[in-house]
């Protein structure tokens, strides 16, 4: 019997001055969001919103996490995640929940003590659906955040045709076990993709060269092996070197090479490609 | 109970958890600005910052988590720089066979423990089996 009175109570807050509610709503909105969505836009969420919230509440759902409350949730899903992307701020999104209480507060001053505790209890759930829009906007912030990460770990480790048959990857910055998988990956998937069988792993601008990223570096050089190709490492500098001796890593057999440049005449000479310097050509 | 490294009045040592990948880089990228505060030579930068590389992960790995407290040190007038990983995992019941160049009770190369001292000046490891593992290192520069 409550209940139904409750909802009843919140029905009649939504309902009264239906229109007038909603055209206020989205002005209220509107103006927060500074024009940067198109009005139409808004009307078209804001009313679908308020349909939902309408139909959620009649059939007795209270409460933000209720399962009534599922279309509002999915509707409100989509708002903060286009919001996210779109690059407005958290409050820019939740002011399209909190508006709303906003707007209703005129009704109350005239108001009986029930029309005041139907606010009451809509405000709490339009707090707690405020509270659901921030949670999804950062959820996504953050899937865009890791999305760019895998980008610039991409980006920043690219695998370069030299010449036919000899291709480079310069690796630059603090080498991760992540990037350096990365990495390996995209140099043995690019011996495929170019038919070359000399590669060159250019170190020059690595910080440092731990167990991790050694053992690594071996494994690709192995692998590589495996599929018919050599790898030279170089530009291993003084300090690098030094480190990796006082380790104790042991680099075997592995060709080594003082500067890119160094390692690109002896992968050209083993591919059969001869360098000649032109007769009377002066330098 | 190990002797806390000679903490320099001057430098503010810091707290990181370490917990995750990043923040074996984290770990790392402490470990240079100090290395380089503390006006290290360029390869004992190098060494010092792959030490703790190796001191961060290990921390990760097989302690399971844990804290590093790094700052500068001094001693008799000498500036230096000091990592401490201390982790509350499950110990390390043989020290000399962990200590063993290329051992590994998992799939590494086994060298950095046995690594990580050849790389530094001081190298303190304190560990008993269900207490944890604390291992400290300094490199003074010269
Ligand atoms: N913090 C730690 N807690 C427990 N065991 C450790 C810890 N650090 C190292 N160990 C043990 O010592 C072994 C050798 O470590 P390390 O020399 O770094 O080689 P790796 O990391 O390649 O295994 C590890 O395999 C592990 O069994
Ligand atoms: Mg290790």
Same mark, same amino acid.
């Given at each position: @019997?409550? /209940?139904?009175?409750?909802?009843?109570?919140l029905?009649?807050?939504?309902? !009264?001055?239906?229109?007038a509610?909603? &055209? %206020?709503?989205?002005?209220?909105?509107?103006?927060?969001?500074?024009?940067?969505i198109?009005r139409?836009?808004?009307?078209?969420?804001?009313?679908?919103?308020y349909?939902?919230?309408?139909?959620?509440?009649?059939?007795?759902?209270?409460?933000?996490?209720?399962?009534?409350?599922s279309?509002?949730?999915?509707?409100?899903?989509?708002?903060?995640?286009?919001?996210?992307?779109?690059?407005?701020?958290?409050?820019?999104?939740?002011?399209?929940?909190?508006?709303? /209480?906003?707007?209703?507060?005129?009704?109350?001053?005239e108001? !009986?003590?029930?029309?005041?505790?139907?606010?009451?209890?809509?405000?709490?759930?339009? =707090?707690?659906?405020?509270?659901?829009t921030? %949670?999804?906007?950062?959820?996504?912030?953050?899937?865009?955040?890791?999305?760019?990460?895998?980008?610039?770990?991409?980006?920043?480790?690219?695998?370069?045709?030299?010449? &036919?048959?000899?291709?480079?990857?310069?690796?630059?910055?603090?080498?991760?076990?992540?990037?350096?998988?990365?990495?390996? %990956? /995209?140099?043995?998937?690019?011996?495929? =993709?170019?038919g070359? %069988?000399?590669?060159?792993?250019?170190?020059?601008?690595?910080?440092?060269?731990?167990?991790?990223?050694?053992?690594?570096?071996?494994k690709?050089?192995?692998?590589?092996?495996?599929?018919?190709?050599?790898?030279?490492?170089s530009?291993?500098?003084?300090?690098i070197?030094?480190?990796?001796?006082?380790?104790?890593?042991?680099?075997?057999?592995?060709v080594?090479?003082?500067?890119?440049?160094?390692?690109?005449?002896?992968?050209? @000479?083993?591919?059969?490609?001869?360098?000649?310097?032109?007769?009377?050509?002066?330098? | 109970?190990?002797?806390?490294?000679?903490w320099?009045?001057?430098?503010?040592?810091?707290?990181?958890?370490?917990?995750?990948?990043?923040?074996?880089? $984290?770990?790392?990228?402490l470990?240079?600005t100090?290395?380089?505060?503390?006006?290290?030579?360029?390869?004992?930068?190098?060494?010092?910052? +792959?030490?703790?590389?190796?001191?961060?992960?290990?921390?990760?790995?097989?302690?399971?988590? #844990?804290?590093l407290?790094?700052?500068?040190?001094?001693?008799?007038? $000498?500036?230096?720089?000091?990592?401490?990983?201390?982790? +509350? #995992?499950?110990?390390?019941?043989?020290?000399?066979?962990?200590?063993?160049?290329g051992?590994?009770s998992?799939l #590494?190369?086994g060298?950095?423990?046995?690594?990580?001292?050849?790389?530094?000046?001081?190298?303190?490891?304190?560990?008993?089996?269900g $207490?944890?593992?604390?291992? +400290?290192?300094?490199?003074?520069? $010269?």
């Amino acid at each position: @019997m409550a /209940k139904q009175e409750s909802v009843s109570g919140l029905v009649g807050l939504l309902e !009264a001055d239906g229109e007038a509610l909603a &055209d %206020e709503w989205v002005a209220l909105v509107a103006g927060a969001l500074g024009g940067r969505i198109s009005r139409a836009e808004l009307v078209r969420e804001l009313r679908e919103l308020y349909s939902a919230l309408l139909e959620a509440i009649r059939s007795g759902a209270d409460d933000a996490h209720a399962e009534g409350m599922s279309e509002v949730r999915a509707l409100l899903t989509e708002l903060s995640r286009s919001r996210a992307r779109q690059g407005f701020t958290p409050s820019e999104t939740a002011v399209s929940v909190l508006a709303l /209480k906003r707007v209703l507060e005129p009704g109350l001053r005239e108001g !009986a003590a029930e029309k005041t505790q139907a606010y009451l209890q809509l405000s709490r759930v339009l =707090d707690d659906l405020a509270l659901f829009t921030i %949670e999804t906007y950062t959820h996504t912030r953050e899937d865009i955040i890791s999305a760019q990460a895998d980008q610039l770990m991409e980006l920043s480790t690219p695998v370069v045709k030299l010449w &036919d048959g000899v291709i480079a990857v310069p690796l630059v910055g603090t080498l991760d076990s992540a990037r350096t998988q990365v990495v390996m %990956e /995209k140099l043995l998937q690019a011996l495929v =993709d170019t038919g070359s %069988e000399q590669a060159i792993i250019d170190i020059t601008g690595v910080a440092a060269v731990d167990t991790q990223v050694a053992q690594h570096l071996l494994k690709t050089i192995v692998a590589a092996r495996l599929m018919g190709a050599e790898c030279t490492v170089s530009g291993i500098r003084p300090q690098i070197a030094q480190t990796i001796v006082a380790l104790g890593i042991e680099f075997g057999d592995i060709v080594t090479k003082a500067t890119l440049a160094d390692a690109l005449q002896l992968a050209l @000479m083993k591919s059969g490609v001869e360098l000649v310097a032109q007769q009377g050509l002066q330098r | 109970m190990t002797t806390p490294p000679p903490w320099a009045a001057e430098g503010g040592q810091q707290t990181h958890a370490i917990a995750k990948n990043d923040d074996v880089v $984290r770990a790392r990228q402490l470990a240079r600005t100090l290395a380089q505060e503390s006006k290290l030579s360029l390869v004992d930068q190098t060494k010092f910052i +792959t030490a703790a590389s190796e001191l961060a992960r290990n921390t990760m790995v097989y302690g399971g988590g #844990g804290e590093l407290r790094a700052g500068l040190v001094r001693r008799n007038g $000498r500036l230096g720089v000091a990592a401490v990983f201390d982790d +509350t #995992g499950p110990g390390i019941a043989d020290v000399d066979l962990a200590m063993t160049d290329g051992w590994t009770s998992g799939l #590494g190369l086994g060298l950095g423990l046995s690594g990580a001292r050849r790389l530094v000046d001081e190298f303190l490891l304190d560990t008993e089996p269900g $207490r944890g593992t604390t291992v +400290t290192i300094i490199k003074w520069a $010269r």
